[in-house]
Structure formats: structure tokens, C-alpha cells
């Protein structure tokens, strides 16, 4: 080397074995030819002795041309490089190692450390190296030449670059330092509820045997519902998903992807709406637009509403939304708009330009807030709009008639004038061909003929990006198309039972796959909207993943908007969503609740899983392979050659594990059952993966749809489509029950099927939910009546497959039971009353016996619901209300639905419970106004009677104690801290009732004191107290 510095002798050099391991050494080649140290020390080892055993430090790192180091061109720093590199070390001759100086820099042996040490850990710094020499490295240890890629074998550097196979999904198992104690927590409440039934049982209260009769009674019923209740909370999960994976695998470029387009399988949004009065129109049309921006690509992604009124109204407001969504699609793209609900996003109090870096986005947010203004305006207008088109074409259409009958009759109008139907009218001048505003045959609710509107077309299978606009926004290099979406009215007809819901659904899945058939169903009520743009992908991550071709639906938990801070009546019901839900998927999964949930469209059409696992024991704890599950394409062929059926389906088999059979009459859609299952199946990218496809399979573009295929989606929402077949039977949506969601989900998990629940960081969906106290008891009541139904249905757990879980089916036998828990949970809120007004007690006396084993109860209870708390992430108010309204729905909406079904089972007569008696908020300003509305029902009935009952059972208590003789205090204690526990539980209920603070006047406390205490004094005159001496506090 040029200028080469004096060498280390030898004791130098063996004083350097104690040292750290040695590093890589650095030097860099200046424009004069020298080569200079890139070490942090002055001194620069060239030598070729070798002072450790380390050999393996001594290799070659490739340092490519940067501006900072370029190889020298003159020969004399070659010659000088030869020599250097021989006494270096390097390997090689001199000639060869002259060349290859001028593309890489030598890497001497040194006992000094490099620059490129770590000051603290001595390690060689890989991050610093590739940042300054912008090199490559191998795999491992091994270097792999450019010259000589390929090796023995066939092997090349590529095939170790590629990335490793990532699953999508993951189970978050709860810690066992909160899991293991709230299992050893239940176990031990089950001993103790076990010995004190026991103990109450063989301990009867001789002095009122039917006070101790009726609470054993009940007490019994209150612990086995409590069992059907907490088993299926013994093992609840949590679950990720890696969204990053998901976009590694379907969206980017690979060797059967060469262009990156997206793999994934096509979703088919579906939302539901009846009537425009009850649902408004805007409501619909924002989510609506939250769907159409949604982040999935856009070519896989189709959206249908049914409207099953058949209004021009919601008509008319779905094609302005679409007019709408030209502007605020691409605009969400942009920006990157969060969430994607115009109204909810215009509505956030939060600032809106927290994270956006675009120096427009103030100006196109201002533009499209006044966009949407003029929307809402347009929208709120239709009705008055719609009505004086109608008027104006009917007023045409009478002078028209009258013209016709002037020329028939000789220039006079008939005496009985001209007669002309009142129509409504579509914007083209042509008849509505839905419901009219003044019904008439054809043209009702209940009868009028099947609508199909294509209001947006399919979108290219390329993006299309915009440009831009002077006066509107620049939308340059935004793509701009806007998915598919289709406004579908089936037919109703006089005489057909079009099963509500139920039937529109599936009258959707049907035309929805003639025209887009999407592998995978997310149905949305109209009120609820999707929150997290990326809703869709989180559900997907696990219907892609490794055994995702085995579930059937991804529920999501509903979030709700517009509800009081207090949440007075639990409309966010989070102990059921993040509870009772989150442990079901830790069995075989979540039970289907009606909105936000994305189906498997294979699963729908009644087939079984590819495969399934059948639990036989008492306890369902031996597993077994299902027998009988037929591949998919076997279904599929068997599904449409049903003689095959009888051959190989054993004829001991439940009635869900057949095949379906009959579809119905169209060949062009049984044609799409096979596509959907096949488009359906997860990526065949790993050996675990079990019935895949190969990847790249589902980059076709959609065919554009015709006139014959639009025809014929109109024919299979007609309404004698589904005689004689099996829809709503064990086909798409079953029929039958007020609550057809849990029915259909149940009959899936029957087959063997499992499902998943998916919390999204940020909530997936939001919706709104009834904060008046009438409102949700009537929603509460129509939740119960379908349960009743379910217990008295062929759909009851207790004849379910042994295809489903054990504790799956306590689930689902819970779901049929616990309306009943109503009749004794009233029985139970009078034995307070009841021991108040006689002066007895559920027991002899208060002795240590029955407070120790209360005292037990109620604290491992209490340690169970902070544990379960803790695991399930809802706050200790949700679960104290949740409580409260347990109780207020149980003895009101529930005792409800079950004297309903007793008497729909028993004597065929249905009763329905409506509003008798209406009033209206006074503050129009105030968002929680209807909370203060007291809207008068049967169902208060008797919540009202519980707390007359118990305050006027406290006052006769207290008075017929304070006028005893000898009082029995014990006794007086335990009614009254019963009756306050009633009334405890009902305080919700009674500010319900009582309407804004201060609205009741104070005579109505004055009047209801006076009443109790007269009442109370009647009492004790009729049936005055016992003069019998008893102790009636606590013996031991």
C-alpha cells in the first residue's frame, strides 16, 4: 500500500486474543490512487499475518460505484493496488486482485475495531453498512456471485428472496392470570349454590311453607339459568388479523400476478329497508355512500339495496346518492376520509385536518361540505318534489281524457264526467311502477310488480383516474370509478306469504348472483353504516386464511351511535357484544345477530363444510371426523342430481346434513353455485392449506352485464320464484321466526360450520339504536317472541346435530330459554312484597347459616364480573346497567313474548303489544329529546306494579314492626333489603317514567306518600301484627 503505517509486532499481536472479536475492516480508494483507512484508529493492518482463529472475519464485502467512492482509473494505483492486496491477505493472485479493486474495495484483517462497530455492543453494524455502501448481501454466511447464479440443483438466489408464508389471522388467548381465576371462580360458585340449594331445600321455614315453596322454586330456575349462561364464557379468545400479509398476497405483483391487480374474491354489499317513513331516505343514502367508499377494489365490489315497500321515494333518493358518490368517492380516496359517512364525518367535533398533508384538502373540503349540503337539501325535498310531478302528469293525463271523451261525445263531457286513476309518477313520465302514494291494485305495499335498477354500472377492470375541474376538485391520479350498485324491489303479490326480511334477503342473494355473484354477503341494516373502510379486509383476513374455507359467516359487534351518556336503558348491550359473543368464538362461534355480518354465499345456499368434526359423550367430549361431508364440487354435483341422494346420504341423518336440492327453475343461477364456492375457496399458496385455489385465479375481468342477464334477475325475485323449492326451509335465510338471524346462523353451526367474530381496533360498523324507554322494550320484546319460538321450533339446540359443541348448544339452548327466566324473576321481585305484607320470611330466621352462604354468593358473583370485566374490556357502569334492564326487560317485555308464544303454541292466537297512547319531544334542538318521551304500553304494566307493590310493602313493614309488640327487627330488615334490591334495579324504569327532572309535579309525591301510609294503616287494622315472642334476629 502507498502509505502503509508501521506493523504490530508480535506480542502486539497476540495480546489481541483476549480482545473482542475483530471486525470487518473499511478503506476507501481516493481520486490520487491512495487507499485510505475508513477505521476510526490512524493505523491500517495490511499485513498478512493472522493473530487469532477467526479466519471467518476475513471476507469480501461488494461495495458498488457511490459518489463518495469511486475506483481510481490510472494504472499506477493499480500496480499499487497489487501489492497491497498481496500483502493483505486477500486471496487470489495479484493480477486478479488489480482488476477487481477498481469495482470493490479490499477488506483488510486489522486487531483494531472498525467505525462500523456499535460503540456499545462491539457487533458489526449491518444497518450503517448497507446504507453506505448500497450493497447486497447473501443468505446467510453464503455469498451468491452475479456471475453465477445458479447453483446444483437448480437453485438460485430467488427462490431464498422470496417472502416467507404469513397467516393472516392470529388467536389472542386472554392471560391465564385472569382466566384461571375466573374458571376456579365458577367452579367454586357452583359448589356453594350447590350446598345452599341444598341446605335450603332440607331447612324449610315451618311458619310459611309457601313464601320457602316459591323461592326454592325460583332460586332453583335462577341457578340453572346461570349455568346455561356462564358455561359458554369458559374459554373466550381475542383475534388479529395482519392486514399488511393480506395486501402482500392477494394485491401485488408476483409470478402468476405479473400487474399487481387484486386477487381477492368479489363481496356483495346488501342493505335492507322498508319503509321510507319509519327509515329515512337519508339515513339509507349515507350508508349507501359509506359502502360505495369503501377500501376494497372497486371491480370486486357491488352493492344492492331491497327496498321492500317499493317506494319511488327511496328510489329516487338512492339516484341522487349515486349522483353524489361521483364526487364524495374519489374525494374519501384522496384524502384518506375516516369515516366515510358524509354526515358523520361532517358531524365530528375533532379537528379535520389532523393528519392530512394535502395543501387542498381545506379548499376540496369546504367544496364538497357545500356539495352535500345541496344533497341533503335535494334529498329533503323529493317527497314535496315527487308529489307535484304527480300532479302535473295526472293533471295532463285528465285534460287528455277529457280531450278523448269531448271528440267521442260530440264536444260535451259525458255526464259522469272522466274518471282518471291517480298515479305516480317516475321523472321520465312513465308509472311508477312500485307502490303510489294513493294505493291502488298493483301499485301497494303489498302488491306491485318486481323493480331491478342499474344505477351503476360495472366498473372497469382498470382504474380510471381523473383529472382537473376547474370549479370542482382535482382529482389527478385518483382513481375515480365507483362500484357496482343495483336498487332491487321483488315482487309482492295478494296471496303469497313474502316472509318479511327474511324473503328480501333472499331475494337479493339471488339477483345478486345472476349479476355480480360476489363469493362473500355483507348485509347492512339501512341505519347502519360502515365505519372503518377497511371493514371488509379485516373479515376477509379470515375467510383467506389457512381453514378459512370452513366458516361461514364473520360477525362483527354492533356499535351505536346517539345514545345518552348514561345509557340509561343499555342500548350499547356491551356485555353481550364484547362478552358473550367474544366467548362464543372460542367455541364454535358467534351466533348470527342480524346486521354486520359477512356471509360465506356457498354457506347460505345450505351446503355442508369441506370438512367438520362430529362430539359424541355426555359432555360432547369425544371428537370425531364427520362422516358423509362432501367436497365442494361432490355438493355441487350432487346438488343437481338429487336422485344421486337417496344413494349415499345415510337415512338416519338429521335434515341439515342433506344436500339442498331444489333452487328453483333458472339454470343460470344453479350455474353460479359452483363459481361462488370455487371463488370462495382461500389461496392454495402453503401445504396446510386445505382446499385452495391456485393463486392469480380471480383476475378476469366481470363480463359486462346484457339485456337477457338484467331479465332474468328480475325473474328470481318474482314472488312464485321459491314454490316448491327450499328457500327459507335450509336455503339462504330461514323462515318462520321473528328473529330469522339467530335461526340462520344456527342452522349453519348445525351443519358443522364455524364462524368467527371480528373487533376491528377502530369499530367496523355504527348504527343507531332506540334510546326511548317504549321503543326498546318493544325492540326487547320482538328479540324474546323469536326466541320463544325457536324453543318451541324443530330450530331448539336440543335436537341439533352432533355436529355441534356441546357448550355451543347450551348457547343456543339458552337462547330458547331465557325468556322463560321472566316468569320466576316476577315471582321473585314480590317475595319481598310478600314477607313484608305478612311478616314472615323466606327463611325460619336469619341465622348464620343462610348469611354466610349469601355472603359466599355474592362475593364470588361479584369477583366473577370484575374478572369477566377485565377480560371482556366493558366498564363496570355497562355492566351495572345491563343488570338494571335485565331485570326491568325480564318482568315486562319477556313475560311478554312468553305468554305471547304460549298462546300462538297453544291456542294458535297471536297477540302483538302497540302503542296506545303518543307524545312528542318539546326540544326539538335536543339530540336525547326522545329519552324524555313517555310513550304509554302494556309492557309497563307490570314493572309499574313491582314498585307500587314493594314501597307500599316497606311502609306496611315498617308499620306493622313499629306497632308489634315485640318487633321482629331481623325479619323487617331482610324484606325491606330485598324490596330495596327490586327497587334498586328498577330506578331506570322509574326515571323513564317520570320523563325530564322536575316534570313530575310534587303532588304526585305527596298523593302516593299519603296513599302508601293510608293503605299501610288499613292493613295493620285488618290484620294486626302477632303478639308471638320471637327473637327474629340473628341466631346462631
Not at 408476483?254 to 381477492?264: C, E
Not at 325475485?717 to 335461526?743: A, F, K, L
Request: charge should be neutral; aromatic fraction near 10%; hydrophobic fraction near 40%.
Amino acid at each position: 500500500m502507498a502509505s502503509s503505517p508501521p506493523k504490530k509486532t508480535l506480542n502486539s499481536q497476540s495480546s489481541s486474543l483476549s480482545r473482542p472479536p475483530q471486525a470487518v475492516k473499511f478503506g476507501r480508494r481516493t481520486s490520487s490512487g491512495r487507499i485510505v483507512s475508513l477505521s476510526r484508529d490512524d493505523d491500517m493492518d495490511v499485513s498478512g499475518d493472522y493473530s487469532g482463529q477467526n479466519d471467518y472475519i476475513n471476507y469480501t464485502v461488494l461495495m458498488p460505484p457511490t459518489p463518495d467512492n469511486q475506483p481510481a482509473g490510472s494504472s499506477g494505483s493499480t500496480s499499487e493496488s497489487k501489492g497491497d492486496a498481496n500483502r493483505g491477505g486477500g486471496g487470489g493472485d495479484g493480477p486478479k486482485m488489480g482488476n477487481k479493486l477498481e469495482r470493490r474495495l479490499s477488506v483488510m484483517k486489522s486487531n483494531n475495531k472498525s467505525m462500523l462497530l456499535r460503540s456499545q455492543t462491539g457487533d458489526f453494524d449491518h444497518n450503517r453498512w448497507l446504507f453506505e455502501s448500497k450493497g447486497k448481501y447473501g443468505i446467510g454466511n453464503a455469498f451468491w456471485s452475479e456471475e453465477d447464479d445458479t447453483y446444483d440443483g437448480g437453485v438460485s438466489k430467488s427462490d431464498f428472496l422470496d417472502k416467507p408464508w404469513k397467516p393472516l389471522t392470529r388467536k389472542v388467548q386472554i392471560p391465564a392470570k385472569i382466566l384461571s381465576p375466573y374458571r376456579l371462580l365458577i367452579v367454586i360458585r357452583l359448589v356453594i349454590v350447590f350446598f345452599f340449594l341444598w341446605w335450603r331445600i332440607t331447612n324449610p321455614n315451618e311458619d310459611a311453607m309457601w313464601l320457602w315453596g316459591l323461592s326454592i322454586v325460583c332460586e332453583i330456575w335462577f341457578a340453572f339459568s346461570w349455568i346455561l349462561d356462564i358455561l359458554p364464557k369458559l374459554n373466550p379468545i381475542n383475534r388479529a388479523t395482519d392486514l399488511v400479509a393480506l395486501h402482500d398476497k392477494f394485491e401485488q405483483p408476483s409470478p402468476s400476478n405479473p400487474t399487481g391487480r387484486s386477487d381477492l374474491p368479489g363481496v356483495d354489499v346488501f342493505v335492507s329497508t322498508a319503509d321510507p317513513e319509519k327509515e329515512p331516505p337519508l339515513v339509507t343514502a349515507n350508508t349507501l355512500l359509506s359502502i360505495l367508499a369503501v377500501d376494497y377494489p372497486i371491480e370486486k365490489l357491488s352493492a344492492y339495496i331491497s327496498d321492500d315497500g317499493g317506494a319511488i321515494l327511496t328510489f329516487e333518493a338512492m339516484a341522487e346518492a349515486v349522483r353524489f358518490a361521483e364526487y364524495w368517492v374519489p374525494f374519501c380516496r384522496k384524502h384518506d376520509i375516516e369515516p366515510r359517512n358524509p354526515d358523520s364525518y361532517f358531524s365530528i367535533k375533532k379537528d379535520p385536518t389532523k393528519n392530512k398533508k394535502r395543501q387542498d384538502f381545506v379548499k376540496d373540503r369546504r367544496w364538497i361540505k357545500r356539495e352535500y349540503d345541496e344533497f341533503k337539501v335535494r334529498i329533503n325535498g323529493l317527497p314535496e318534489q315527487i308529489k307535484k310531478r304527480a300532479e302535473q302528469f295526472n293533471m295532463r293525463e285528465e285534460l287528455k281524457e277529457k280531450r278523448i271523451a269531448r271528440e267521442k261525445n260530440g264536444g260535451v263531457l259525458p255526464p259522469d264526467g272522466v274518471e282518471v286513476v291517480k298515479a305516480t309518477w317516475m321523472a321520465d313520465g312513465t308509472h311508477w311502477p312500485g307502490t303510489w302514494f294513493e294505493p291502488k291494485p298493483d301499485h301497494s305495499k303489498g302488491d306491485h310488480a318486481g323493480i331491478l335498477q342499474i344505477m351503476s354500472k360495472v366498473p372497469d377492470l382498470e382504474p380510471v383516474m381523473g383529472g382537473p375541474n376547474e370549479g370542482a376538485l382535482d382529482f389527478t391520479g385518483i382513481d375515480i370509478r365507483v362500484p357496482m350498485f343495483a336498487y332491487v324491489s321483488r315482487e309482492k303479490r295478494p296471496g303469497f306469504d313474502h316472509n318479511k326480511k327474511a324473503g328480501a334477503m333472499n331475494g337479493m342473494v339471488r339477483a345478486s348472483a345472476i349479476l355480480s355473484n360476489g363469493a362473500f354477503i355483507l348485509n347492512l341494516d339501512c341505519d347502519h353504516y360502515i365505519y372503518n373502510s377497511k371493514a371488509i379486509k379485516e373479515g376477509m383476513c379470515f375467510m383467506m386464511d389457512r381453514g378459512g374455507d370452513r366458516i361461514c359467516y364473520i360477525q362483527f359487534p354492533q356499535r351505536f351511535e346517539g345514545i345518552d351518556p348514561s345509557d340509561r336503558y343499555a342500548n350499547h348491550n356491551t356485555v353481550f357484544f364484547d362478552g358473550n359473543m367474544r366467548a362464543l368464538d372460542g367455541l364454535q362461534g358467534p351466533v348470527y345477530v342480524g346486521t354486520g355480518c359477512m356471509f360465506r354465499r356457498y354457506a347460505l345456499y345450505g351446503f355442508n363444510p369441506p370438512r367438520a368434526n362430529e362430539y359424541s359423550g355426555v359432555f360432547g367430549q369425544e371428537k370425531a371426523p364427520a362422516m358423509h361431508v362432501r367436497t365442494q364440487s361432490q355438493a355441487s354435483q350432487t346438488s343437481q342430481a338429487s336422485d344421486l341422494e337417496s344413494d349415499t346420504q345415510p337415512l338416519n341423518d338429521d335434515p341439515d346434513l342433506g344436500l339442498p336440492k331444489k333452487f328453483g327453475n333458472s339454470t343460470m343461477f344453479t350455474d353460479t353455485i359452483p363459481v361462488a364456492e370455487y371463488q370462495g375457496r382461500p389461496l392454495a399458496d402453503h401445504m396446510s392449506v386445505k382446499n385452495g385455489r391456485p393463486p392469480g385465479a380471480l383476475l378476469l375481468p366481470r363480463p359486462p352485464l346484457d339485456a337477457p342477464t338484467v331479465a332474468e334477475a328480475i325473474a328470481v325475485i318474482s314472488c312464485w320464484y321459491e314454490d316448491n323449492t327450499e328457500w327459507g326451509d335450509r336455503i339462504g335465510w330461514i323462515y318462520g321466526s321473528v328473529t330469522e338471524d339467530v335461526v340462520t346462523g344456527y342452522r349453519m353451526h348445525n351443519r358443522g360450520w364455524r364462524s368467527v367474530y371480528c373487533i376491528t381496533k377502530r369499530d367496523a360498523f355504527r348504527g343507531t339504536a332506540p334510546i326511548n324507554l317504549t321503543d326498546r322494550l318493544h325492540q326487547v320484546l320482538r328479540w324474546a317472541t323469536g326466541s320463544v319460538e325457536i324453543f318451541f321450533s324443530k330450530n331448539n339446540a336440543m335436537f341439533a346435530t352432533r355436529r355441534l359443541k356441546f357448550l355451543q348448544r347450551v348457547a343456543y339452548l339458552n337462547v330458547g330459554i331465557y325468556p322463560f327466566t321472566s316468569i320466576f324473576l316476577v315471582v321473585y321481585c314480590f317475595l319481598p312484597a310478600l314477607c313484608l305484607f305478612s311478616g314472615k320470611f323466606i327463611v325460619q330466621s336469619l341465622d348464620i347459616h343462610f348469611l354466610s352462604y349469601l355472603l359466599c354468593i355474592t362475593v364470588t358473583l361479584t369477583l366473577i364480573s370484575l374478572l369477566e370485566v377485565k377480560w371482556s374490556g366493558i366498564g363496570l357502569e355497562e355492566w351495572w346497567r345491563n343488570e338494571q334492564f335485565w331485570l326491568i326487560g325480564g318482568t315486562s317485555a319477556h313475560l311478554a313474548a312468553v305468554v305471547q308464544g304460549l298462546l300462538k303454541v297453544i291456542a294458535g292466537i297471536e297477540i302483538s303489544f302497540t302503542l296506545t297512547s303518543k307524545a312528542s319531544g318539546e326540544d326539538e334542538d335536543d339530540i336525547f329529546a326522545d329519552l324524555y318521551i313517555v310513550k304509554w304500553t302494556g309492557l309497563f304494566i307490570m314493572p309499574l306494579t313491582i314498585i307500587i307493590v314493594n314501597l307500599v310493602a316497606i311502609v306496611i313493614g315498617a308499620s306493622r314492626t313499629i306497632y308489634s309488640v315485640i318487633p321482629q327487627w331481623g325479619k323487617l330488615m331482610g324484606g325491606i333489603f330485598f324490596s330495596l334490591w327490586v327497587l334498586t334495579h328498577m330506578y331506570p324504569f322509574a326515571k323513564g317514567l317520570m320523563g325530564r327532572r322536575g316534570k313530575v309535579p310534587t303532588i304526585v309525591y305527596v298523593w302516593s306518600g299519603l296513599v302508601s301510609i293510608t293503605v299501610s294503616l288499613l292493613w295493620i287494622t285488618i290484620s294486626p301484627p302477632d303478639d308471638v315472642s320471637g327473637s327474629g334476629g340473628i341466631s346462631v
